[in-house]
């Protein structure tokens, strides 16, 4: 039976002493680093509801945001496609790529993708396509499918990577990480730097702007949508925000629900393809829309699933997930869901049959960590609830409780038949307690067999003979006269009388925590200091853009960087207080790969262009007006072997920042 | 004098038929804090168990049957039990979504439902009700007390005030003890697994003592340390807001 099989896999995976490490790693570390990050946003609760109202009204009126957003991306010179279902997409994708014969393509994370199987898909067309997140690397290595939608190869230990890597790439075994990561670095930069197409997906896609956002750590997303010819990318169709100010508050909860940073590493704001004056970029820029379900799911009491932003919070809270692993959350077909955790649990089955999936919202002790954690305040035990009472995307209501066993399900029924009435009920609570008392004489907790579900971990209590409805009449009831009552008394607020620091020591000491050197210095001073941090490196060639090769004095490039070159030093357009970050505009005499393929990466950027908050940065007309923009937070980084932080996977794995100081 | 207040009990299934003695608690610690309680004693249960199974028509009887039971009252209704009060509060509105007639009635219910200790510490504004339990204590917050209700404060600031009794901090309390209604028999390994890191988070603290809100995380608890043999003693707050 099909259960049995799911069953089957939770056992397994409860068996597995490797998982079980993994796991409670994950959960640990996840759950401590998403609270240490909140704890700067005290408004928390605000911004997640008022996340969960913008989700609801681009869910409820999504075909008017959608044509809003296609208008906009459209008029950017991205070229829209929309598929229907994973057939049409992949379709899409192959005409794509017989215009341009593409061979090789390099891919970064994308849900969507492993929705609608694109790699397996792509194969009989004599494409091969190249997973370039380390996780993703990692999992498509061993043929696998990712077991979190974070952190793709988080069910695997180091020793085993290693041993993958041995195997699949004739490197030495190792269990040592940054090696690892440094082999995946090498590999990889080929793919990227020869790819005819690069795929990614979309975290927010924002109406008014037509602005494809992309927030990963590693930089591949940047690789992809930089480097190949051509960009294409997969987007869910409900993954549509209003206005780049409401992209500033989902990207104050991403990542500090994804993987506890105030800002990912590399935060992509995609406009256009390259323009005539700029100077990298994709000739030519695809965005395939994928409904494959959702809009007859907009319309069904599973719609809030919709509202999820996918950052694996509700993953990483579950006591299931904790203990079984995302490869466990299978179909009746015995088939791996493509979204596992409590979110996958409603998702699976509302857009892939609850005939099938229905059985994982079974298996959930409906606690609620996973509503309490999520950023967008969705509410999962409801929806799971709904999945269990069958009501489904199609809102045919399928019968109710089709997963429940056999057993439980006459249970329930004869329970209900005897609570229905005080006398059945009282009547079989004496029954119970007499059979309980001949059962058990001696003790109030007795032992059942494991097949009964309880017997399995735990002794059962007697039925009181005389329960309470019998003892009710005996009470006596002696009301205290005196009032007790002392009103509670609230917490004292904190009083907030220290000044908040200034704009140059936030931004100073958040790009210290992300391990960047800064260093605060007058003009004059730095084509000195400059040359001096290049001197001791011993880098003779830099990549640069227009403010770089203002201060470098050595050999200059000013274009897409060679291996040759291994420190890029590009100006900034500003920089984020609140977390560390500046921004990058692509655009002429802007190479954005300056700061991308370089081992090194040196900003400068004035104490002037500093701005406080990520909502200020998104209002400025150049992040609109360029075909492409960066926030960079910190080096690129990875948590994907054993969530171990490495630095510079596939981006630069040193930053330097310097900050001009501000004249009188 | 404060004027007297009466209130209507709803005992939960489980407390009534397994653990009557808590009522008995409560009824002793609601007298104490000056109230007077009334047990409608058509009451069986509200209907949670086959609710949270997927099973709403198997639900929708004893929720029109508890409706109908309280509409007969007046005064708030109390309720020892962080889920079965999250069942009146949300689950019966889920339940009833589709059935405006029904719906409005369950609304007008979920006005007047409190349960135990929010009603103690919101409610009456009662902190110290004169208990003493002499020893080390711990306290498990339940899941629908915890995030369905948003009850944490009160049954903490309740046991900061008794007596003798000094309250250890169980280490990742908020997790799942695993009871989960009906997913315990359903998913027995998963919720062994759950009720086996509650335990092990238990014995980290050396407290002879757990204390619930909610008598399914009392049985379930209790049940697992029983089959494991250990000593600890599973008690409603009820229970230790009564000794004195």
Redesign the interface.
Known sequence: MSTKTFRARIRKSLADQNLQLSLDGNATRRRIGRLEAFSTVPDLQERRMRAHAIKADVVAHLEEYLRRFITQVTRNGIRVHRAADEKEAIHIFLEIAREHDARLVAKSKSMVSEEINFDHALEPAGLQVVETDLGEYIVQLRGERPSHIITPAVHLTRAQVGQLFHEKLGTPYTEDILEMVATARRVLRQVFLTADIGVSGVNFGVADTGTLCLVTNEGNGRMVTTLPPVHVALMGIERIIPTLDDLALFLSLLPRSATGQKLSAYTSLIHSPKRFEDVDGPQERHLIMVDNGRSVMRNSPLAESLYCIRCGACLNACPVFRSIGGHAYIGQDGSIAPYPGPIGAVVSPALFGCENFGQLAQASSLCGACQEACPVNINLPDLLLRVRAGENKNNKKQAEGVAVPAFLNLGLKAFRLAASTPFFFSTGQRLGGLLSRIYSPFKKYFPLPAWTGWGYSKDFPRLEISPFRARWNRIKQEVNPENLSIHPTENPGESASTLPPSLVTRFTDELSALGVKVYRLPEKKVKASLAKLLRERGIERVAVDDIGEKYVTSFKSVGVPDSTILAGVTGALMGIAESGSFVLIGGEAHPLSASLLPDIHIAILRETDLVPTLAEALARPEIRAASSAVIITGPSRTGDIEMTLSIGVHGPKEVHVFLIEDLE | ??K?VTVQLF?T?L??????EV??AI?HVL???????E?P?????C?Q???????????R??AE?TIQVFEKTAGDIIIPSGSCAAMFR?GYL?LFKNDPHWLQRAQTLAGRVQEFTEYL?DV??????GSRWPGKLTYHPS??L???LGVDRQPS?LLSCVKEAEVIELPER???C????????????????????KIANLDKTASPTLVVCDAGCL??I???L??QRKDQQVVHIAQVLDSQ
Request: one cysteine or more.
């Open positions: 004098m404060p007297s005992v299934c407390i009534d038929t397994f653990f009557p009522g008995e009824v007298n104490r804090a000056g109230v007077r309680v047990f004693a058509a009451q069986t249960c209907g168990p086959a609710f949270n199974a997927g099973l709403r028509s198997q639900a009887p004893l049957h949300s889920e510490v009456r504004g009662v902190l110290d009700l899941c629908h915890l995030r369905s600031l908020a997790d799942c695993g009871f989960g209604g009906v997913f315990s028999l359903e998913h027995p390994e998963l919720s062994a697994e759950f009720l086996k890191r049985m379930h209790q049940g697992g029983k089959r």
